[in-house]
């Protein structure tokens, strides 16, 4: 299967927009989803299609996909915004694949 | 609301089967992607497959040899089976829904997960 290559982590001050990158062969042919985990809970999607919102989640979260690079985007980061999070795609061969992971630090 | 809940045992010996159900209520099951996803302790998630409403599967190349997943539409819950576990397919397990299109998946309500340690 395709793989989906995410920074471990990222850190950001609390006001300031932070960028998480997803990067894969040709990911922009495809949609990328994203979902935060915090510790001890299951994940919640956050964008799916490249650039939709599900109902509930703030308008700060947004995303982009070109190329080889999907990119969640938090303007106006907050503290509660601190997470792991997780881009995924569906691949060539008819799976799904999640990137690794990057936790999201707001300090 | 829709909500999904896992259940199943929380111990499994080495190279017996891993069995779990998810059962969905607030929603129908039709015509929607079931999915199994698993997260090792401190690793990141996995996708073992997906079973369709109708019963159609598909599972990740990686474990396809070792997973079988059901669906009783008319009663509700769908289940997973692994066998010949190890403890390396010791994780939480979630369920979640999944919509599924030309080239685009993704999954939109998740369970709260389940622990399965896999030890003798």
């Known amino acids: 299967s395709d793989e989906l290559t995410q920074p471990p982590s990222v850190f950001v001050s609390p006001g300031q927009t932070a960028s998480i990158t997803c990067s894969g062969d040709k990911l922009g042919n495809k949609y990328a989803s994203w979902y935060q985990q915090k510790p001890g809970q299951s994940p919640v999607l956050v964008i799916y299609q490249d650039v939709k919102r599900p109902s509930g989640i703030p308008e700060r979260f947004s995303g982009s996909n070109s190329g080889n690079t999907a990119t969640l985007t938090i303007t106006g980061t907050q503290a509660v915004d601190e997470a792991d999070y997780y881009c995924q795609a569906w691949d060539s061969m008819n799976t799904c694949v999640f990137g690794g992971g990057t936790k999201l630090t707001v300090l | 609301q829709v909500q999904l809940q896992e259940s199943g045992p929380g111990l499994v010996k080495p190279s017996e089967t891993l069995s779990l159900t998810c059962t969905v209520s607030?929603?129908?099951?039709?015509?929607?992607?079931w999915s199994w996803i698993r997260q090792p302790p401190g690793k990141g998630l996995e996708w073992i497959g997906y079973?369709?409403?109708?019963?159609?599967?598909n599972y990740n190349p990686s474990l396809k040899s070792r997973v079988a997943m059901s669906i009783d539409t008319s009663k509700n819950p769908f289940s997973l089976k692994l066998n010949s576990v190890t403890a390396a397919d010791t994780a939480v397990y979630y369920c979640a829904r999944g919509w599924l299109g030309g080239n685009y998946f993704y999954m939109d309500v998740w369970g709260r997960g389940t622990t399965v340690t896999v030890s003798s």
């Open positions: 079973i369709f409403s109708s019963g159609s599967t």
């Open positions: 607030g929603g129908s099951m039709s015509p929607y992607y």
